[in-house]
């Protein structure tokens, strides 16, 4: 009897082998309920609890992202040439049926998620100390307006105060021309965080 329903995986035994109690004749799977192993850097474990959200994508579907939830993370972490890092679990919520145990995946933890809030590319944000400025066109002329962020992104920023929608703002690029490159880009709201 199995201890657990599930579907038989893989069969190690062939027809007609004796096989005992410590024999392994199969490997019996549960499809309805996938987990993930990752690793966390210990710089990250602060910031990480069971019961956040996850975004996952994996290399045999791309373009499509399933939704998990961090289910565990270790107490003890394992050090490796001088680095420390602690195991935790993702599972994923409605995995579909061409998911299968072993694939690669990438997972992105949410931390933190705000609606409808105003946006800025981190190009175009430039750092002077703890201030930070981004470059405005207004009325035919650039100027440095200095704004406060909220979260950051790996590509974009809340705005929290310092820009309005609609403002045009410089985006700094870099170019191996002798003339230098800039770009212009809009406002508006979006969803940040994920």
Do not use: C
Not at 39 to 65: N, R, S, Y
Not at 71 to 93: P, R
Not at 105 to 132: F, H, Y
Not at 157 to 182: C, H, M, N, Y
């Amino acid at each position: 009897m199995a201890p657990f329903d599930g579907t038989v995986g893989d069969i190690y035994a062939e027809v007609g082998q004796w096989v005992g109690a410590s024999t392994q004749a199969m490997a019996l799977v549960d499809l309805s309920r996938l987990d993930l192993a990752i690793t966390l850097a210990e710089v990250d474990v602060p910031k990480v609890q069971a019961g956040q959200e996850a975004e996952i994508t994996l290399d045999a579907e791309p373009g499509a992202v399933f939704t998990g939830t961090v289910t565990e993370i270790d107490l003890v972490g394992t050090t490796t040439q001088g680095v420390v890092s602690y195991a935790a679990t993702v599972s994923i919520s409605h995995p579909t049926d061409t998911l299968r145990p072993g694939m690669n995946a990438s997972v992105s933890i949410i931390l933190a998620q705000r609606e409808n809030v105003l946006v800025v590319p981190n190009r175009a944000v430039r750092t002077t100390g703890t201030r930070r400025t981004v470059t405005v066109l207004y009325e035919g002329q650039l100027i440095d307006v200095p704004v406060t962020l909220g979260l950051s992104g790996d590509t974009q920023s809340e705005v929290v105060s310092g820009l309005q929608e609609g403002d045009v703002v410089l985006i700094g690029t870099t170019t191996t021309t002798t003339g230098g490159g800039a770009g212009l880009g809009g406002l508006g709201p979006g969803l940040f965080g994920r």
